[in-house]
């Protein structure tokens, strides 16, 4: 009757015990699990992940603009003169090579909570030529039907508006217009995330050699 009166005894506090290494491995595991929710919700993590979305992404297109090119060229030949005057409209495409940001473009700052990221310079595709709202006007008939005048005038033609297309977007006003539209998508690709994952970040892009704030 000894032993099991001892071993009544001694249940409670066994009970206990082991309730107590439970309440213990339970609470190790639920700080394991929150350290590795914070590591996994970390502003770099979080960045990286977003970079690594861009990079796939490869080309991002912020930008378009439709111009509209008028160019003149002329020919004389035998004393007589012949002139084709060609109105091209053309759509210029300004991207963004996402493939080459790196993770040296990205500056994040603990302290203040601010993401830099610097862009690779935009570049421009096209022009695109609206064929069918091309219009053209010629001047000197004889010559340009007793001779090739009308090829060379219109390889001329051609190519002085495809430059001058070119030409027009490279303007200031365009190009800051693309490069604002640029720093605006980018800006947001990061800070959606930032956001989803409740971290109060700012974030500010820029190309090289301008200023971040």
Do not use: C, H
Not at 4 to 24: C, E, H, K, M
Request: neutral net charge.
């Amino acid at each position: 009757m000894t032993a099991p009166s001892s071993f009544a005894r001694l249940l409670p506090r066994l009970i206990t015990l082991a309730a107590a290494a439970l309440l213990a491995l339970a609470a190790w595991w639920a700080y394991s699990a929150w350290r590795d929710w914070q590591r996994g919700y970390d502003p770099e993590t979080v960045v990286a992940a977003s970079l690594q979305g861009l990079q796939e992404q490869n080309i991002l297109v912020p930008f378009t603009a439709r111009y509209v090119a008028v160019v003149t060229s002329t020919q004389s030949r035998l004393g007589l003169e012949a002139k084709k005057t060609l109105i091209m409209p053309g759509t210029v495409r300004y991207e963004l090579d996402l493939a080459k940001l790196k993770q040296s473009d990205l500056d994040w700052d603990a302290a203040t909570g601010a993401l830099t990221v610097t862009l690779p310079p935009l570049r421009l595709a096209g022009p695109e030529i609206d064929l069918n709202a091309i219009s053209e006007f010629r001047d000197g008939t004889i010559l340009l039907t007793l001779t090739d005048a009308e090829k060379t005038l219109d390889a001329a033609n051609s190519k002085a508006a495809q430059a001058e297309l070119i030409k027009q977007a490279k303007g200031a006003t365009p190009m800051r217009l693309a490069e604002g539209a640029a720093r605006n998508a980018v800006e947001q690709s990061f800070a959606m995330p930032l956001k989803a994952a409740g971290i109060d970040a700012k974030v500010i892009a820029r190309f090289a050699g301008e200023d971040a704030s």
